[in-house]
């Protein structure tokens, strides 16, 4: 099976601007995940969906978004860039999300620069 | 609130010693514990997780952590370290009844190991 797949693997945008990123999970996946990874934050988690709802959310703004299609790839999406959102953004799937059998899988990332 | 507290941001070994990573937990709550791996420019890759089955859990590559409720502990270690387990190590955790794609990680362990 093909693994977690991230794309772009890197983004440089300026302050202002929006961008959106894309994660195709393993095949069979139907709960996705989002983290943000910076030196100085570590691993945040920004939100999970399952079917197509979201369901559960960390405490980002509301600049911060996503969304699951059917197929169950998702896309976050982040408006009004800001420095601060510089970071390597790290998307994860498993089957349900669930503890005892799942195993959660993560991608490459991507690097996001703002200038 | 859940948290994990990781001792050491960076631990050195000689090839062959004992690796020893700590972490410890607040959780008012039975929690699900992790640890993951990250190699440079990439993803994390789960190296065991506790589910309450068993309080001494068995990973890859060689690893293990015991589950110590008393000391509210997870350490990591492996008996005998290889050039090959120089990476950052993570511990993390979720609520109980929550979902594994719901992680709390700690700030991270760069692991280096000296010839």
């Known amino acids: 099976k093909a693994g977690v797949t991230q794309t772009p693997r890197y983004l440089i945008k300026t302050r202002g601007q929006q961008v959106t990123l894309s994660c195709s999970p393993i095949?069979?996946?139907?709960?996705v995940s989002w983290y943000q990874q910076t030196p100085g934050q570590g691993l945040q988690f920004l939100f999970e969906?399952?079917?197509?709802?979201?369901?559960n959310k960390g405490n980002f703004p509301g600049r911060f978004s996503g969304r699951q299609f059917s197929n169950s790839r998702s896309e976050m999406n982040v408006s009004t860039l800001e420095l601060g959102d510089s970071a390597l953004y790290l998307c994860?799937?498993?089957?349900?999300?669930?503890?005892?059998?799942?195993?959660?899988?993560f991608g490459p990332g991507t690097r996001l620069t703002v200038l | 609130a859940q948290s994990v507290t990781q001792l050491g941001s960076h631990v050195s070994v000689s090839e062959g010693a004992l690796v020893l990573l700590r972490c410890n937990y607040s959780s008012s709550v039975p929690p699900y514990l992790f640890w993951y791996v990250q190699y440079p420019n990439q993803g994390l890759q789960l190296l065991l997780k506790y589910t309450s089955a068993a309080t001494l859990v068995k990973g890859i590559n060689g690893f293990e952590a015991e589950f110590k409720k008393s000391e509210t502990s997870f350490h990591l270690t492996k008996p005998s370290a290889h050039m090959s387990d120089a990476a950052e190590y993570f511990c993390?955790?979720?609520?109980?009844?929550?979902?594994?794609?719901?992680?709390?990680f700690g700030k991270g362990t760069k692991l280096s190991v000296k010839p």
């Open positions: 095949s069979g996946h139907r709960s």
């Open positions: 994860a799937s498993s089957e349900t999300g669930g503890h005892y059998t799942d195993t959660q899988y």
């Open positions: 993390a955790v979720s609520d109980y009844g929550g979902s594994q794609g719901n992680l709390i």
């Open positions: 969906y399952f079917s197509e709802t979201q369901r």
